[in-house]
């Protein structure tokens, strides 16, 4: 029974809301531990129960983690709704922890370029590496948009990449020279796919399949070691780099908003609290008053 509803819910996610599908696998997982934890049907579980569950795991979870559980609660219980199997949301009476604005780690201009000469391109796997870290920093793309990117959606000599971003949406992105000349090198060195369905695929891994997120992850980390870069970063440093730096040298937040395929200008506005930390400590390191 349990079982059915999940893939009853996880359909209605794929196909109704087109959400990703890791936010998809996200929301399905946090739905099957509360299903699995408690006797209580889900047509029958009550804003107390779902409270106490939540309290009773709050030590063991993030304020972020519990906040994206709820959401994934909320989701789930308005879709039963609309089933007609419930008439209410039990998650509507309970507020979601209150979250501080996390400013990620930036990366420096001068660090973006140490990490990305860091690759040594004397193969086509290295030749793969630098085209992704400039495309990464060049594009401002998410590391899932990257590993999806095709072949056909570069478009080198018009200088700009068809990206397919949250919610199957599609957006433009200029693409620079650097970016567009290390595509192009890896291009021409870049093996055959392991099948037919991936010959567009842009990124392939020794294997000839798809590059997974976790690969470029250790790619960037390993590559930030032998640059002598020590901060805490990601494939996503690059996209918030990217941004910064652009808001740094004054661009539009709505052109930032619109490259990024933010939907909210909410969230693109992130990058100008960024810019002011940078001025703020620089007042404050040479305050008289320091």
Not at 218 to 233: S, Y
Request: with cysteine; net charge negative.
């Amino acid at each position: 029974m349990r079982r059915q509803i999940l893939g009853d819910y996880a359909y209605y996610l794929k196909v109704e809301r087109q959400l990703s599908p890791n936010t998809v696998a996200s929301y399905c997982s946090d739905v099957r531990k509360l299903l699995e934890s408690t006797e209580t049907a889900p047509r029958d579980i009550s804003t107390g129960e779902l409270s106490a569950w939540l309290a009773g795991i709050s030590g063991e979870l993030s304020s972020r983690s519990q906040a994206r559980m709820l959401s994934a609660f909320k989701s789930f219980f308005d879709w039963m709704v609309d089933e007609g199997d419930r008439e209410d949301n039990p998650c509507d009476g309970i507020d979601a922890p209150k979250l501080g604005r996390h400013l990620p780690e930036v990366l420096s201009v001068k660090e973006v370029g140490d990490i990305i000469a860091s690759v040594r391109c004397d193969g086509w796997t290295g030749l793969r590496d630098r085209a992704i870290l400039e495309i990464l920093y060049g594009c401002g793309l998410r590391v899932s948009e990257l590993c999806s990117l095709r072949i056909s959606s570069v478009y080198l000599d018009e200088h700009f990449v068809r990206v397919i971003g949250k919610g199957n949406k599609e957006r433009l992105v200029p693409l620079g020279e650097m970016a567009a000349s290390a595509f192009s090198d890896y291009l021409e060195a870049r093996p055959p796919a392991a099948a037919q369905a991936f010959d567009d695929t842009a990124f392939l891994n020794r294997f000839g399949k798809p590059l997974s997120r976790v690969t470029v992850f250790n790619m960037v980390r390993r590559q930030a070691l032998l640059a002598g870069v020590r901060k805490e970063i990601s494939p996503h440093s690059f996209r918030h780099s990217f941004a910064t730096h652009l808001v740094e040298n004054g661009a539009d937040l709505r052109v930032v908003q619109e490259m990024l395929g933010h939907e909210s200008i909410l969230t693109t506005e992130i990058y100008t609290h960024i810019d002011s930390a940078s001025w703020q400590q620089e007042i404050l390191s040479h305050h008289p008053r320091r």
